[in-house]
Nanobody, 124 residues
């Protein structure tokens, strides 16, 4: 099993920045990639970004390209999501997830482990 714990959410004004962290523990050697998803009230959970743990290939949803950056520190088993130029439509609960495989990285069904989520609220 892998345990994921997110942190860094909060309230920010439009145009502001936040950095989310996701610390993994347990059988982390089984992970091949980690991703971030988000879910706004009344909506489905959407893909935000993903990074493979080696060699660090990244993918982003079109809605966050150029504003969000995903990175990882393998020594700390931690993945980060730097969010800049935040907009009210970025308001959601953000979830960290980990994959044992590498396929279907944009689909939440491809992920094996999930964190509890952290709230991000962007005020207008």
């Amino acid at each position: 099993q892998v345990q994921l714990v997110e942190s860094g959410g909060g309230l920010v004004q439009t145009g502001g920045s936040l950095r989310l962290s996701c610390a993994a523990s347990g059988r982390t050697f089984s992970m091949r990639a980690m991703g971030w998803f988000r879910q706004a009230p009344g909506k489905e959970r959407d893909f935000v970004a993903r990074i493979t743990l080696s060699p660090g290939r990244t993918d982003y949803a079109d809605s966050v390209k150029g504003r969000f950056t995903i990175s990882r520190d393998n020594a700390k088993n931690t993945v980060y999501l730097q969010m800049n130029s935040l907009k009210p439509e970025d308001t959601a609960v953000y979830y960290c997830a980990a994959q044992r495989g590498l396929g279907g990285g944009n689909s939440d069904r491809s992920y094996d482990y999930w964190g509890q989520g952290t709230q991000v609220t962007v005020s207008s």
